[in-house]
């Protein structure tokens, strides 16, 4: 046997295959069989070269321990996104389909140093406030009007009714959006992640958030955007805009993926059906083998550096692979001796997510709710008809079809204190007119019927 015999061979379909390109992380190829591109990009070592999009080149980490040294190394590996050097040279475009989530923003997650700190402990404090007795009320209320709204056809897509739309409703709430505003947040996430329009959603994001901020400046209540606008970093208006642009867009995305994968990990796995209970080992399961955000973290060398043999110049673009670097060799021997949660799902080092016991807390409520309500939900197609959203950053399903005996639909009980009110939401009215049949405008009447 001869070296060619043993060299890798690319995952079938892909483009890269025999040409000596970069390996595409776009497409429904690589959406199909994640796996499979990673056991191939492992052979490159430790990082390999990809492409997040036509023309859009970056060194994906697919290693755990290097990884980890690019993550806690703010000196060598930075955040700012103006570093991006083919971005600077025209080479990647304000109008790629990947620019939204890498293109710089004035927030925690692009600053270093000083300008970091003080931003991220803004938001982490202010997330800190929120108690976890409202969350449960009010993630299970948005759930209950959520079910009532498909309950009694027997069927439902748990993906567009149930996972899509519950962190946008919590999210909403925790950030003490009223209606109008609220319809608005949920057009722009909801356009900016699935890429329908992306560059319109964006702007009406921002635009939402702008009028959020004015209103909490003339009427500040007890949400995080309050918190957050009384911290003592004493963030200006731009700062305040750039910050819950981040949290409500980062949170939302990822938390409905997981919420997604989930339900697909409990739905698909017979042993979680005949032992029953295992909500949160499913959710531990889902972040090893199948996180939300498989493939982020975006930062560039300061000047050329090695990392782990491999060659970066400064300003390339440098992203970790969480669902690589979790499933690879290095981390099969750590889990198999119970260090269940010693995964990167949640990120490393001082960017890591700031917000992941809400949204664990969330998704396992969420995920208890319906169950309680709808306890013989089932997939209602075969396992391998599903299929997952093509793009770099994201794994997500594109449709969860289940079926389950219908049940009546009915009335949420009025609002417990901590929870949403309909009476704190409809006050704190914005100069701008609500758009008839929002989401949240449908929820918040639904509250007072």
Same mark, same amino acid.
């Given at each position: 046997m001869n070296a060619h015999d043993t060299a890798p061979v690319p995952p079938p379909g892909c483009p890269a295959h025999g040409s000596g390109a970069r390996v595409p992380l776009h497409g429904p190829e690589f959406a199909a069989h994640p796996q499979a591109y990673y056991e191939y990009l492992r052979h490159y070592g430790a990082a390999a070269p990809v492409e997040l999009a036509p023309g859009v080149e970056a060194t994906l980490v697919t290693d755990y321990a290097a990884a980890l040294q690019l993550l806690q190394d703010s000196g060598s590996f930075r955040k700012d996104a103006r570093r991006w050097r083919a971005f600077n040279e025209g080479k990647v475009g304000p109008d790629s389909p990947v620019a939204p989530l890498l293109a710089?923003?004035?927030?925690?997650? !692009? =600053?270093?140093?000083?300008? *970091?700190?003080?931003?991220?402990?803004?938001?982490?404090?202010?997330?800190?406030?929120?108690?976890?007795?409202? +969350?449960?009320?009010? #993630?299970?209320?948005?759930? &209950?009007?959520?079910?009532?709204? !498909?309950?009694? &056809?027997?069927?439902?897509?748990? +993906?567009?009714?149930?996972?899509?739309? $519950?962190? $946008?409703?919590v999210f909403n709430e925790l950030f003490g959006c009223p209606a109008d505003i609220g319809d608005?947040?949920? %057009?722009?996430?909801?356009?900016? !992640?699935?890429?329908?329009?992306?560059?319109?959603?964006?702007?009406?994001? %921002?635009? =939402?958030?702008?009028?959020?901020?004015?209103?909490?400046?003339?009427? /500040?209540?007890?949400?995080?955007?309050?918190?957050?606008?009384? *911290?003592?970093a004493q963030l200006g208006d731009e700062e305040m805009v750039h910050q819950l642009a981040l949290l409500l867009g980062a949170g939302a995305e990822p938390l409905r993926n997981l919420i997604g994968n989930t339900l697909h990990r409990l739905l698909t796995h017979e042993r979680y059906a005949r032992e029953g209970g295992l909500i949160d080992e499913a959710l531990d399961d889902t972040l090893w083998e199948n996180p939300p955000m498989s493939n982020y973290a975006p930062h560039y060398p300061?000047?050329?550096?090695?990392?782990?043999?491999?060659? +970066?110049? =400064?300003?390339?673009?440098?992203?970790?692979? !969480?669902?690589?670097?979790?499933?690879? /060799?290095?981390?099969?021997?750590?889990?198999?001796?119970g260090?269940?949660?010693?995964?990167?799902?949640w990120s490393a080092g001082p960017h890591a997510c700031p917000s992941k016991e809400?949204? &664990? *807390?969330?998704?396992? #409520?969420?995920?208890? *709710? +319906?169950?309680?309500?709808?306890?013989?939900?089932? $997939?209602?197609?075969?396992?391998?008809?599903?299929?997952?959203?093509?793009?770099?950053?994201? &794994?997500?399903?594109?449709t969860l079809p289940a079926r389950f005996t219908p049940v009546r639909s009915g009335r949420a009980a009025d609002a417990q204190p901590g929870a949403v009110t309909a009476e704190r939401q409809t006050t704190e009215s914005s100069a701008r007119p609500a758009e008839r049949g929002g989401m949240w405008s449908q929820f918040l009447n639904w509250l007072t019927r």
């Open positions: 710089y923003r004035s927030n925690c997650m !692009f =600053a270093d140093g000083a300008d *970091h700190i003080r931003l991220r402990q803004a938001v982490t404090d202010s997330m800190a406030r929120v108690d976890t007795r409202r +969350l449960s009320r009010s #993630t299970e209320q948005i759930s &209950r009007y959520l079910i009532s709204q !498909f309950g009694s &056809r027997g069927s439902a897509d748990l +993906l567009g009714d149930y996972a899509k739309q $519950l962190p $946008l409703f608005r947040v949920l %057009f722009g996430i909801s356009g900016m !992640f699935d890429g329908v329009n992306a560059e319109k959603a964006t702007a009406v994001l %921002f635009q =939402a958030v702008e009028e959020l901020v004015a209103l909490k400046r003339n009427k /500040p209540g007890e949400d995080v955007t309050s918190w957050l606008m009384r *911290h003592e300061a000047a050329d550096t090695e990392l782990a043999g491999q060659q +970066l110049q =400064a300003g390339d673009l440098v992203l970790v692979s !969480f669902a690589a670097a979790n499933t690879g /060799p290095a981390l099969k021997a750590a889990r198999q001796a260090s269940n949660r010693a995964h990167l799902a809400p949204a &664990r *807390h969330i998704t396992v #409520t969420a995920i208890e *709710h +319906l169950f309680n309500e709808l306890p013989d939900v089932r $997939l209602a197609v075969p396992e391998d008809s599903l299929t997952w959203r093509p793009g770099p950053f994201n &794994r997500a399903l594109a």
